[in-house]
């Protein structure tokens, strides 16, 4: 698993050069707009992967968070911290390792009233690597690492 983890972390290095880390506890880019326009609601009520509509839009701490439905919409705005994915969106995997990476919003994992985004590419399914782990100690790792990672 050791071995599997450095070299995820190195091909994951060379591919996100250029992605901005300057949204440091938050995986979005310029638009603002959490997880890639997917419903959080979706992923922690439903445990599916879900686009969200723009005419069901709230926004929470300056970022846009998008739904299927109006009582979508209002689950989250009555508890909003409930909805938001661990470590900022950004991949599960790759913070147990020390790394912000970007995520398939496609890839994730609902454990605990939690959900945890991956990345996935041609070269590493990293929603594969955590199953192949032991969840908690992975979670203990990537807790650890994002007390550091959110502030850069």
Known sequence: MKSLS?????????TTI?????KA???????????QGYSPVS???LGIAQKGL???????SGLAYYFTSEDQKKAFEANPKKYLPEYGGYCAFGISVG????VDPNKFVVK??????????LEVDAQQLWL??????????ADNNWTKLKKD
Request: net charge neutral; glycine share 6%.
């Open 99 to 102: 790394a912000k990476f970007r």
């Open 18 to 22: 250029g992605f901005s880390q300057s």
């Open 43 to 45: 992923y922690l009520d």
């Open 6 to 14: 450095i070299v995820f972390v190195t091909m994951l290095l060379f």
């Open 54 to 60: 723009k005419e069901f839009k709230a926004t929470y």
């Open 112 to 121: 605990d009233g939690k959900y945890y985004l991956f990345l996935y590419d």
């Open 132 to 141: 192949d782990g032991n969840h908690k100690e992975l979670v203990a790792k």
């Open 25 to 35: 506890s938050h995986n979005i880019d310029d638009s603002k707009i959490a997880l």
